[in-house]
C-alpha cells in the first residue's frame, strides 16, 4: 500500500512517498481503507520537528482520517465493512471530564507514539473511530476529528445561546467551523481576516461583521460599536499570544473566551486588572472527548452542514499540500485524498 512518511529528517522536504504492507486486523481491530486525511498546524509542528524533536523516524504522520471500513477483527460489533468512519484524536477520552490518563499524548494518532493517517490502509481499535454523519463524504469528514469538534466545543463550554454574538479570528479550519455551528444556531458572527478575499467567502457563509485587521488595526474598537459598546458574548481565540488581551479588551463583562490556538506562540500575557473588571472566563482547551463528536455529528447531519474545504491534493501531492498550509492560503480546510 502507499503511505507518507517523513524520511530522512524533520522538514517539508523529507515527506516521501513509500510501499508498505498492507495490515491485517486482528481480534478487537478494525481495518478501515482511509480515503481522505486532513491537515492541522499540529501536523506541521510534528512534520517540522516542533513538537518532538527526539521523534524516531521514519514515521508516518497527519492526525485526522476518514475512509471506510474493509473488515473487522474477531468480537468487533460497532462496526462493520461498508461503514464510513472518522478518527478521534483523543481516543481515550470517551465521555466526561478530561483528565490526565485520558488525554495522555502518547496516545494520540499522528503525533509521534503512534503512527499517523496517511496512508491507504490502517488497523483501529473501536475508540479511535466514529461514524461519519451520513451525508459527508470522506474527504469532509477527515476535517472533523480536530478542526470540527475544537469549534464545536469552543462555543458548547461558552454556553452561548442564538441572540448571542461570536467573534472569531482568522479563516483557518477551526474559524470557519465555528461560523458555521454558530450560524446554525442563530448566533451573531463577528470574523477577522488579513485578506479581503476570505472575508468576502465567510461573509456569503452568514457572517455579520468583517474586519480587516491589517487595514484596520484598531479592530476592538469596530468590535465594540458593533455591540453598542457591550463587547461580544463569546470568542474563539485561535491566535493566542498577545492577541489574547486584544480579546479580552473586545468581550463584554461575564464573556467567555475558548483559547484553542497558539499561532502567536506559546506565551500569553493579559493585563489582571482588565480580566477582574471584565469578570471574563478564559478557558484553555483542547478538542474533546468520543461522546462530544458523537453530539456534535448529530447536530451536523440535522443541520446538513458541510464542511468548507479550500483545497484538495492528491497523497502524491503532499509536500505541496503542507506547504499550502504553512504558507496560511487557505479558506478553512486542506485535505489530502488516497
Same mark, same amino acid.
Given at each position: ?28 481491530e478494525v481495518l478501515v481503507k482511509m ?15 516542533l513538537l518532538d524533536p527526539n521523534l ?107 441572540d448571542e454574538t461570536v467573534l472569531l ?11 458555521? #455551528?454558530?450560524?446554525?444556531? *442563530?448566533?451573531? =458572527? @463577528? ?7 476570505? !472575508?468576502? %467567502? ?23 460599536? #458593533?455591540?453598542?459598546?457591550? *463587547?461580544?458574548? =463569546? @470568542? ?7 492577541? !489574547?488581551? %486584544? ?92
Open positions: 500500500m502507499k503511505a507518507i512518511e517523513l524520511c530522512d529528517g524533520f522538514g517539508i522536504e523529507n515527506l516521501q512517498l513509500v510501499e508498505l504492507p498492507k495490515p491485517n486486523p486482528t481480534r478487537g480515503e481522505a486525511v486532513s491537515l492541522n498546524y499540529v501536523d506541521l509542528l510534528v512534520v517540522k520537528g524516531s523516524l521514519p514515521y508516518v504522520p497527519v492526525c485526522d482520517g476518514a475512509g471506510v471500513v474493509e473488515q473487522v477483527g474477531e468480537g468487533i460489533t460497532a462496526f462493520q465493512p461498508g461503514d464510513q468512519v472518522v478518527t478521534t484524536f483523543i481516543p481515550d477520552w470517551l465521555n466526561g471530564k478530561p483528565t490526565r490518563q485520558t488525554t495522555d499524548y502518547s496516545t494520540r494518532q499522528g503525533l509521534g507514539k503512534i503512527p499517523g493517517q496517511i496512508s491507504e490502509y490502517k488497523c483501529f481499535h473501536p475508540n479511535q473511530l466514529v461514524h461519519s454523519p451520513t451525508h459527508l463524504s470522506s474527504t469532509e469528514g477527515s476535517t472533523l476529528p480536530i478542526a470540527g469538534l475544537t469549534a464545536w466545543n469552543a462555543l458548547q463550554y461558552s454556553n452561548f445561546q442564538a479570528h482568522g479563516t483557518g479550519g477551526v474559524s470557519i467551523f465555528a461560523l458555521q #455551528f454558530a450560524k446554525a444556531r *442563530g448566533a451573531q =458572527v @463577528i470574523i477577522t481576516s488579513s485578506s479581503d478575499a476570505k !472575508l468576502k %467567502r465567510a461573509q456569503q457563509l452568514g457572517a455579520d461583521l468583517l474586519i480587516n485587521y491589517k487595514t484596520t488595526p484598531d479592530w476592538e474598537a469596530i468590535v465594540n460599536e #458593533f455591540t453598542y459598546n457591550n *463587547g461580544v458574548d =463569546v @470568542i474563539v481565540e485561535t491566535v493566542g499570544g498577545q492577541n !489574547l488581551q %486584544r480579546s479580552l479588551n473586545a468581550l463584554r463583562m461575564g464573556g467567555h473566551i475558548s483559547i484553542v490556538g497558539l499561532l502567536d506562540g506559546f506565551d500569553i500575557s493579559i493585563n489582571t486588572l482588565t480580566l477582574m473588571h471584565q469578570q471574563a472566563t478564559i478557558k484553555g482547551m483542547e478538542v474533546g472527548g468520543k461522546e462530544d463528536f458523537e453530539v456534535m455529528n448529530r447536530f451536523i447531519e440535522a443541520n446538513k452542514i458541510h464542511p468548507i474545504i479550500d483545497k484538495i491534493f492528491s497523497i502524491e501531492q503532499t509536500q505541496q499540500a503542507f506547504e499550502y498550509l504553512d504558507q496560511g492560503l487557505h479558506f478553512g480546510k486542506v485535505v489530502i485524498t488516497l
